[in-house]
Every structure is written in structure tokens, then in C-alpha cells.
């Protein structure tokens, strides 16, 4: 199975998201950092940070999609934001968020990467769920017939 236009805008978009979770990370990570927070308190609103982000980026791109070529509708979009916002919000409850609340609160426990105590988890956390959201992409095409 070959890579189609769509799976390529369907990744940008995810990507573009990811961008504003970074920027969110940053944002929230630099600012409470320096407010010597507890590591509990940084990582959870390093994780908020990456929540308002993502979502704002992404659902920008994909309103950028819809309408660059055409097809965009309050249906689709809705339809859209329907299947993907659930699905998207179990992944990053699995694997997304975890990932980057442990590793965020390890590396300030430990004093390691401190430059970097946002950036290094978020890598790792995008990775395991770019990987899931493609495979529930790929379900939906074969079992629904339906296209993200």
C-alpha cells in the first residue's frame, strides 16, 4: 500500500499540531520552571501546554485543508472532529500524555537535560503516538470505509 495525498495531509496536519504542542510546551515549561514549581505541578502543566497547542495548530491546518481544496463544510469538519477527536484523546491519554509526564518529571528529578526537560519527552511522546493515530486511521479506511 502505496503513500496517498491524503495520508500526507492527514500526517501534516497531526505534525502541525504537534508544532503547537511544542510551542505550548515550551511556553508553559519555561515560564513555571522558573517559578520553581514542584516537578508534579511543571509536568502537569507541561502537559496542558501541549493540550491547547496541539489542538489550536491542528485544527487550524485542517481548516486550511478543507478550504484550499474546496470541500470545506461545517458537515465535514464536524464529521471530521468527530472521529478524530476521541480517538485522538484515548491515544494521548495511553500513550501521548504518560509519556510526556514521566519522562518530563524524570528528567527534573534527576537534574538532567534541564535545558531541554520539554523537548527531549516530546520527541518520544509524538513518535508512539503518530504510530497509533496512523493505525486507527488505517482501521477506519478498511473496516468503515472512512477517510481522515
Not at 16 to 27: D, L, P, S, T, Y
Not at 29 to 38: A, D, Q, R
Not at 81 to 92: G, K, N
Not at 104 to 110: G, Q, R, V, W
Request: charged share 15%.
Amino acid at each position: 500500500m502505496g503513500i496517498t495525498k491524503e495520508t500526507i495531509n492527514f500526517n501534516k496536519e497531526i505534525l502541525f499540531g504537534e508544532i503547537g504542542a511544542i510551542v505550548g510546551i515550551q511556553i508553559f515549561s519555561h515560564i513555571f520552571y522558573k517559578l520553581e514549581l514542584s516537578a508534579n505541578i511543571i509536568s502537569y502543566l507541561v502537559v496542558v501546554g501541549a493540550i491547547v497547542g496541539a489542538s489550536l495548530f491542528w485544527f487550524i491546518m485542517r481548516l486550511y485543508d478543507k478550504t484550499r481544496k474546496n470541500i470545506y463544510s461545517e458537515k465535514n469538519i464536524v464529521e471530521d472532529i468527530s472521529y478524530i477527536v476521541p480517538a485522538s484523546f484515548i491515544l494521548t491519554i495511553i500513550f501521548y500524555y504518560p509519556t510526556l509526564f514521566f519522562m518530563t518529571k524524570y528528567l527534573i528529578e534527576h537534574n538532567k537535560l534541564i535545558d531541554y526537560i520539554a523537548t527531549v519527552p516530546q520527541i518520544v511522546a509524538f513518535a508512539l503516538y503518530l504510530i497509533a493515530i496512523n493505525i486507527y486511521r488505517k482501521v477506519l479506511m478498511k473496516y468503515y470505509n472512512k477517510t481522515l
